[in-house]
């Protein structure tokens, strides 16, 4: 018999875990004979000790292993799916799945609520009227054979585990560790039924991963744990340090998604999609080399395929298509009030951490797993480095429903936009690609 608290206590010590044991442990929260603040307590140890790379891969098969598989062998396209670790304003996988789809991917993509300042790809979606996440396996592969992509949650019966493990994560300060990272994206993952993932690994002020170091430590994980279970898996690490778009917040980002899709946005929001699409088209056999899947992704766009794409997913899940003609009506917030620049010169900088938590105090990020979203708040029109502004003119618009969090926001964000004399250097936006050879 292994008792819960000696498993607790060996980790506690930094010990090695053997496969029986975390498979143990795992099963026994899944079925509720170990409670949260013993899973909490494992976490932390976690998260304090690290694991190895074999005992990540046993949590990684334990968590996909706590529930069902999906069959995608009816799918006649290629099935990819791309995973972020998350950032501030990264709304990628908004734009990327319509985009593969319309370059003949399949792309089930199972995506999560917001963690700590990131915000979620499922919130954003649930400020689309009528947008539901919630459907079933069924439903979620009817959606991918008939529109090409579609985002859900994840559903009871794939890696239930890990579903009671995100939400605990988020409220106990064991969200950056990077076995516990890996296993919850990777046992997600696996359990789609891909043929091919891409994974964007991001660092930065804004990011989980705070340094370059850990980001490539993380990216390896992740693909050798795929590579392990037979799959086709890339990355890219990417840079977090400043947002990524002008628009901060749940429906701000599905609005800056869809004028993306519309053509209208470009700059480093849509040079990130770009990339990480086209690592998809490679890896899937779309495309031969980099520049050829560039040109395939920049005239997929142009050609209106990706938006119609879209259009079609928000319809197939219950949402109302109007929002791809008419984004900027999408949740309107009680307050949109403007930030004057003190001063003229040239951005320098954006703390992308001092936006996402002004952006959480707002309403539109998490403190506890129970608490609910306000879609409306957030920041738009929002300066990137690089950017020429006049005195008085607006670093962004807060959007905001209360007036003690509109406060709250400012006091985090007075220091947070940096103005100087001579412009800066862009910045690198793709800090490197790890594909197979």
Avoid at 312 to 337: F, N, S, W
């Amino acid at each position: 018999m292994r008792v819960p608290q000696w498993i607790i206590e060996k980790k506690r010590d930094g010990q090695d875990l053997s496969a029986d044991e975390i498979t143990d442990f795992i099963q026994g929260y899944h079925s509720g004979d170990i409670p949260d603040y013993q899973m909490a307590a494992l976490a932390m140890a976690i998260y304090l000790n690290g694991m190895s790379f074999e005992e990540t891969a046993a949590l990684t098969e334990a968590m996909m292993h706590s529930g069902e598989l999906l069959d995608t062998s009816a799918l006649s396209r290629p099935v990819c799916d791309k995973h972020s670790t998350g950032g501030i304003g990264d709304k990628v996988s908004l734009i990327l799945a319509p985009l593969a789809a319309a370059c003949g991917l399949a792309v089930p993509m199972i995506s999560g609520r917001g963690l700590g300042i990131t915000g979620g790809t499922l919130d954003k979606l649930e400020s689309i009227p009528g947008y539901r996440t919630d459907l079933s396996e069924k439903e979620f592969l009817k959606v991918v054979d008939e529109v090409g992509c579609s985002i859900i949650g994840q559903t009871s019966t794939l890696a239930p585990a890990d579903k009671k493990l995100y939400a605990l994560r988020d409220v106990t300060g064991t969200v950056p560790s990077i076995p516990l990272i890996t296993a919850s994206i990777m046992c997600k993952k696996m359990a789609e039924g891909l043929d091919a993932l891409v994974l964007d690994v991001k660092t930065g002020r804004g990011a989980f991963m705070k340094t370059r170091e850990d980001a490539e430590k993380l990216a390896k994980n992740m693909v050798r744990v795929g590579e392990t279970m037979g799959k086709s898996v890339g990355a890219l690490l990417t840079n977090m340090d400043i947002p990524l778009g002008h628009c901060i917040g749940n429906a701000l980002e599905v609005r800056e998604s869809i004028e993306c899709l519309q053509g209208k946005v470009r700059g480093p929001l849509w040079e990130v999609t770009r990339e990480l699409t086209a690592a998809m088209l490679l890896l899937c056999g779309k495309a031969s080399d980099w520049e050829s899947a560039r040109e395939t992704l920049e005239d997929t766009l142009k050609s209106g395929k990706a938006l119609e794409v879209f259009r079609q997913m928000v319809a197939a899940q219950g949402g109302d298509p109007a929002v791809c003609d008419h984004p900027r009506d999408l949740a309107p917030a009680r307050e949109i009030l403007p930030a004057p620049s003190p001063e003229s010169g040239y951005v320098t900088d954006v703390n992308a951490d001092a936006v996402g938590r002004a952006v959480l105090v707002l309403g539109g990020g998490r403190t506890r797993a129970e608490d609910g979203i306000d879609h409306a708040v957030g920041l738009s029109d929002l300066v990137t480095p690089g950017q020429s502004i006049e005195k008085g003119q607006p670093l962004y618009n807060l959007h905001g429903n209360d007036d003690k969090r509109i406060q709250q926001a400012r006091e985090l964000l007075r220091d947070a936009i940096q103005i100087a004399d001579e412009k800066p250097a862009p910045p690198v936006l793709i800090y490197n690609r790890m594909m197979p050879t």
